[in-house]
């Protein structure tokens, strides 16, 4: 662990990048602070839930608020590929190709709706994903630092959508929903929203280069010996549970230390404690393993459940 790696400016610059969006997201702080995990942790964040609850929002005011470039991508069943990450254009005047970025060059993409579009183009999002780059003819793009998708699809709708594949999946850090805000936080949204939309007042708090200096801290955090076997026996409880057809990769055991890591650093700690885990595992792990029987209308639930009596049952260190 590096000495002073949670100096005072860290904590600071973490506490108001919450603030921040805590701003103009009303009433959602456990959501905020998922979302902030994944940005820190280098990951992305899918949204299930319903339209209007605040999915754009949100990823706007994580952009605003990194002094990022945000684009929101619409899908839809007529979205190509080059739609998404560009292409080669030619050039009259030169006689040459000249490369024109897609709308995945930003710092927050908000992908709307991604089960809307077919399975060729969602998986133009799977280098960009992983990789942080994205390939057009032959050519590699790097893109901007920082990079995060937060994707959203409502649950309750399957006319005209398709399903996500499993390897789509397993590149999101963890999944969430918003949820219906309480009828205080309700009542602010509605003063909140008189004179237009507060998220266009809101002010950059941290830089891209602060973004990166936080997120090279969190691979700091340390992580006990007792951590590392704790994560290894809730992903191995996931593949030996007789209500689970396919259990939890070791990506997302890598997913589940780095979400550790960085919500320990967000909480102020340079170390990451068995809580860490538990409050991250359902998030981190239900949307990348799939129940026996489970029909996909009913499998959110049936997972979460699952998950949750195995973080109950799997000894914690002490």
Do not use: W
Not at 155 to 177: N, V
């Amino acid at each position: 662990m590096a000495t002073g790696l949670l100096t005072l400016e860290l904590r600071e610059v973490v506490e108001a990048l919450e603030r921040n969006v805590n701003q103009v997201v009303l009433g959602k702080p456990d959501v905020v602070r998922l979302c902030v995990v994944a940005l820190l942790a280098g990951e992305h964040v899918l949204l299930e839930d319903v339209p209007g609850v605040g999915k754009t929002l949100l990823g706007k005011a994580l952009a605003r608020s990194v002094d990022g470039v945000f684009c929101r991508i619409q899908f839809t069943p007529d979205l190509l590929p080059s739609d998404i990450v560009g292409s080669n254009l030619y050039q009259a005047k030169t006689g040459e190709f000249v490369f024109r970025p897609g709308p995945i060059f930003a710092n927050v993409v908000l992908a709307d709706e991604i089960n809307r579009t077919p399975p060729r183009t969602q998986s133009a999002l799977l280098e960009a994903m992983s990789d942080r780059q994205v390939s057009v003819d032959g050519q590699t793009y790097s893109l901007p630092r920082p990079f995060l998708v937060i994707a959203t699809q409502n649950p309750y709708e399957y006319e005209g959508t398709y399903a996500l594949p499993e390897s789509q999946m397993d590149r999101f850090l963890l999944r969430t929903r918003i949820g219906y805000p309480g009828r205080d936080d309700e009542r602010r949204v509605l003063d909140s929203h008189r004179q237009g939309e507060p998220v266009d007042q809101l002010a950059p708090v941290l830089g891209s280069d602060q973004v990166q200096a936080v997120a090279a801290a969190v691979r700091q955090v340390a992580v006990d010996r007792a951590i590392d076997d704790y994560i290894l026996d809730i992903v191995a409880a996931t593949r030996d549970s007789a209500d689970i057809q396919v259990g939890a990769s070791t990506r997302a055991a890598l997913g589940l230390y780095r979400a550790s890591q960085a919500l320990a650093l967000v909480e102020g700690r340079e170390y990451v404690v068995p809580d860490d885990v538990k409050r991250l595992t359902v998030p981190v792990l239900a949307h990348r393993v799939i129940a026996k029987g489970g029909l996909y209308g009913t499998q959110r639930d049936v997972v979460e459940a699952i998950i949750e009596r195995l973080i109950a049952i799997v000894p914690a260190p002490s």
